[in-house]
């Protein structure tokens, strides 16, 4: 049975974006240049943490994540990856318009869902097989499989910094516990590890 | 010349303490059993940073943190910490309602600020001498000090559960980076340090 986990850089004040994320500004204003900054500029520090992110079977994201701030799709945009993404493996992103799949280079298929998450976690748990699912994102995402307890475990990198707007982790997920695992400060990011109960 | 350091203890999504917060349930609902618990029931695994919260020269309080919920004041109200309160030096109370000094056995003299966070400050200062001045919390006054920019050292004491309401560190205090110094888990806390500035 898969795991799911799900990965999410927030600030201190527990935001994953700032507001207006768009092509040119993908985590939004004030953040699009501070909270990726640990994956993008200290990959060898962060290395363990970052490796985790992509070490699944099959991933879950937001249609904002795969293309923010758009309505109908660009049929030319096919995500932030280039040719050949990060995943290698089945992507399932979670929309409320159809669209055919999208196979790119090294093994990842995006696929277009429109049935909630309920359709998009069945269809990559079996794809995933023995593997896990990664909930890879947005906030928006991540807030409706904790809402629904479908994660086991939650992984936060904490960027040191204080934003004060934006689209913020854990709203209307209700009240729960979790159970701490592993934690590491780096410079640019503390890394907090947690399986969800108690 | 002191330093200001403040010791907050927050949920994982940032409440420093839940709804009504009266005499009984001092953290406000869902959160009086929960919050403080690393504190009072796992002494021993904790004692490092609980021993920091109180090594500071002066300390300064929100009059909620003192006396939460009333409106005037009830004199014979003498705050929580019954004859010896634990921090064995002045406290400072800011509150819209002047009260004479009240002074407790082991050096604790708490002593009531009209004049708001910078009288308050100040006198701390002068008090503390060489030593830290402490701001205490609750989340109201810890956020007017982090807006202010007047805290050096910031201490996030994360307990692992997801509250969902109540009130919020990080709270209109603009937008800061902080430098990591120091993390680490323990079954009912996270412990977090970081300076302010980058």
Redesign the interface.
Known sequence: MSTVFCDMTIS???FAAGPNQRLDTPFGD?ATGTLPRWMLHAAEENAVERGRITDAGAFIMGRNMFDPGRGGWDLEWTGWWGAEPPYHAPVFVLTHHERADLELEGGTTFHFVTGGITEALDRAKAAAGDRAVSIAGGATTANQF?AAGLIDELR?H?V?????RGER??T????????????????LA?H?R?TIG?
Chains 1, 2 share one sequence.
């Open positions: 201190l004040d527990g004030g904790l936060l904490v040191p910094i204080v934003l004060g982790l854990f209307d997920v209700g009240q729960f516990n979790l159970t701490p695992i592993e934690v590491r400060h780096t410079a503390t907090l947690y108690s």
